[in-house]
């Protein structure tokens, strides 16, 4: 039986790569695989999974993690015992395939893995959900505007965001380091997974385009997130006379957009509310009037719902790979007004929404009064067939078991 290992800080379901890799693992033992997944024993601790778990490192591991890229911006290069402890398991377990999904969360050092990856001469598959990989700090840069990455990162203007560090500044050693360590993979050995198209057209630009890449989007239940009957949630937070404009996120910023939220709602009609999903008690208490601020949805079907409920989903993000919110609302039959950053406009096209330019708010609104001027209904069945066509889950995860096929074909 063909073994699969994959590597990612969590497993919850309630993240997007949690999720993804719980559900690959699935269908991979579905298809006669056994699947083993690899993470952070103190981010996440041991919660279901259909799959063998692999926790890794401990409190004190995790600790002196935070405390060597807090101070000394050394994110992914801490965790020596943990990672050598893994090693072990691996050569214990002997997988077939290595799916990587994230390797930064303070679990693991990567020149340590990347040594061990090189030489283990067994294929290596590394989905990539964000640019964290080939940069000497950030997992993002749009909103900076920063293309230091494309020839060697140094002086960061992102030092403070995640992975935070608040003394040192790093970025033109770290962009050495994993430049050294994540090239030093035989090209026939790994194979990037890009989940956008954009993303894959930056890496191309990278100290890693050298690397065979395959391009495969996420997938969603869109058994869940389908058209749904929005009548009770209208009700539950008063929308019955209102046309909504949706916005959805699991942390919101301003990167995501929620200063541009605040602006679009000066520019409401009467009849207009904005509702905005995933906010904390402090930010729901600064709204301001025009927008309704819900925490999180009592469960997946609810918000479904409020996709169902909304006239248009609007996503004003400043950077993003390949956004889940927007495959959930074209689910849900709703058309998507977006910026037009990364891979936020993969999903939209003419017959599931418009997309406008960075910072726009008044083309946001303007796209979304047209839209709302059309009718949904005029959408909503477009929307529907995009998603069966693009969106589900089963064939995008069907993708990755062909590539372990592919992969492992003559081994």
Same mark, same amino acid.
């Given at each position: 039986?063909?073994?699969?290992?994959?590597?990612?800080?969590?497993?919850?379901?309630?993240?997007?790569?949690?999720?993804?890799?719980?559900?690959?693992?699935?269908?991979?033992?579905?298809?006669?695989?056994?699947?083993?997944?690899?993470?952070?024993?103190?981010?996440?601790?041991?919660?279901?999974?259909?799959?063998?778990?692999?926790?890794?490192?401990?409190?004190?591991?995790?600790?002196?993690?935070?405390?060597?890229?807090?101070?000394?911006?050394?994110?992914?290069?801490?965790?020596?015992?943990?990672?050598?402890?893994?090693?072990?398991?691996?050569?214990?377990?002997?997988?077939?395939?290595?799916?990587?999904?994230?390797?930064?969360?303070?679990?693991?050092?990567?020149?340590?893995?990347?040594?061990?990856?090189?030489?283990?001469?067994?294929?290596?598959?590394?989905?990539?959900?964000?640019?964290?990989?080939?940069?000497?700090?950030?997992?993002?840069?749009?909103? &900076?505007?920063? =293309? $230091?990455?494309?020839? #060697?990162?140094?002086?960061?203007?992102?030092?403070? *965001?995640?992975?935070? %560090? +608040?003394?040192?500044?790093?970025?033109?050693?770290?962009?050495?380091?994993?430049?050294?360590?994540?090239?030093? &993979?035989?090209? =026939? $050995?790994?194979?990037? #997974?890009?989940?956008?198209?954009?993303?894959?057209? *930056?890496?191309?630009? %990278? +100290?890693?385009?050298?690397?065979?890449?395959?391009?495969?989007?996420?997938?969603?239940?869109?058994?869940?997130?389908?058209?749904? =009957?929005?009548?009770?949630?209208?009700?539950?937070?008063?929308?019955?006379?209102?046309?909504?404009?949706?916005?959805?996120?699991?942390?919101?910023?301003?990167?995501?957009?929620?200063?541009?939220?605040?602006?679009?709602?000066?520019?409401?009609? =009467?009849?207009?509310?904005?509702?905005?999903?995933?906010?904390?008690?402090?930010?729901?208490?600064?709204?301001?009037?025009?927008?309704?601020?819900?925490?999180?949805?009592?469960?997946?079907?609810?918000?479904?719902?409020?996709?169902?409920?909304?006239?248009?989903?609007?996503?004003?993000?400043?950077?993003?790979?390949?956004?889940?919110?927007?495959?959930?609302?074209?689910?849900?039959?709703?058309?998507?007004?977006?910026?037009?950053?990364?891979?936020?406009?993969?999903?939209?096209?003419?017959?599931?929404?418009?997309?406008?330019?960075?910072?726009?708010?008044?083309?946001?609104?303007?796209?979304?009064?047209?839209?709302?001027?059309?009718?949904?209904?005029?959408?909503?069945?477009?929307?529907?067939?995009?998603?069966?066509?693009?969106?589900?889950?089963?064939?995008?995860?069907?993708?990755?078991?062909?590539?372990?096929?592919?992969?492992?074909?003559?081994?």
């Amino acid at each position: 039986m063909k073994k699969l290992l994959q590597i990612n800080p969590v497993i919850r379901i309630n993240t997007s790569t949690g999720r993804i890799m719980q559900e690959i693992g699935e269908l991979a033992i579905q298809n006669g695989w056994e699947s083993y997944v690899a993470y952070s024993m103190e981010r996440d601790g041991i919660k279901p999974c259909s799959s063998r778990l692999l926790p890794i490192g401990s409190f004190m591991s995790t600790a002196w993690h935070g405390i060597e890229t807090r101070i000394w911006d050394r994110h992914g290069l801490a965790s020596d015992s943990a990672t050598r402890d893994f090693i072990r398991r691996i050569d214990e377990i002997q997988p077939n395939i290595i799916h990587i999904h994230n390797i930064h969360g303070y679990f693991l050092n990567y020149k340590i893995l990347f040594e061990y990856l090189s030489k283990c001469n067994i294929p290596v598959v590394w989905t990539v959900h964000d640019c964290w990989l080939y940069t000497g700090h950030c997992y993002y840069y749009s909103y &900076v505007g920063c =293309d $230091k990455w494309q020839t #060697v990162c140094h002086d960061c203007p992102q030092k403070k *965001e995640f992975p935070a %560090s +608040f003394m040192m500044d790093r970025s033109r050693k770290n962009y050495e380091d994993k430049k050294a360590a994540f090239t030093s &993979v035989p090209y =026939d $050995k790994m194979i990037f #997974v890009p989940v956008s198209e954009w993303i894959g057209g *930056e890496m191309r630009k %990278s +100290f890693l385009k050298d690397y065979r890449f395959r391009v495969i989007h996420n997938g969603i239940n869109t058994e869940v997130f389908n058209v749904n =009957d929005d009548t009770d949630v209208r009700m539950k937070y008063n929308l019955q006379a209102k046309h909504v404009f949706l916005g959805v996120a699991s942390i919101w910023s301003r990167e995501k957009g929620l200063d541009d939220f605040v602006k679009m709602a000066e520019m409401l009609n =009467d009849d207009e509310v904005i509702v905005l999903v995933g906010l904390k008690e402090k930010e729901k208490k600064s709204l301001p009037d025009g927008i309704i601020g819900i925490s999180r949805t009592e469960n997946v079907r609810q918000l479904a719902e409020l996709y169902s409920a909304a006239d248009v989903f609007l996503n004003p993000t400043w950077q993003d790979n390949y956004p889940t919110v927007n495959m959930e609302a074209i689910a849900c039959g709703t058309p998507v007004v977006t910026y037009r950053t990364g891979g936020s406009v993969e999903a939209v096209t003419d017959v599931t929404g418009r997309i406008v330019e960075c910072g726009d708010v008044e083309g946001m609104i303007k796209a979304a009064r047209e839209i709302k001027q059309k009718g949904k209904d005029h959408y909503t069945k477009d929307c529907r067939e995009f998603a069966e066509r693009n969106f589900r889950k089963e064939d995008r995860y069907m993708d990755y078991i062909r590539l372990y096929d592919e992969l492992t074909f003559n081994s």
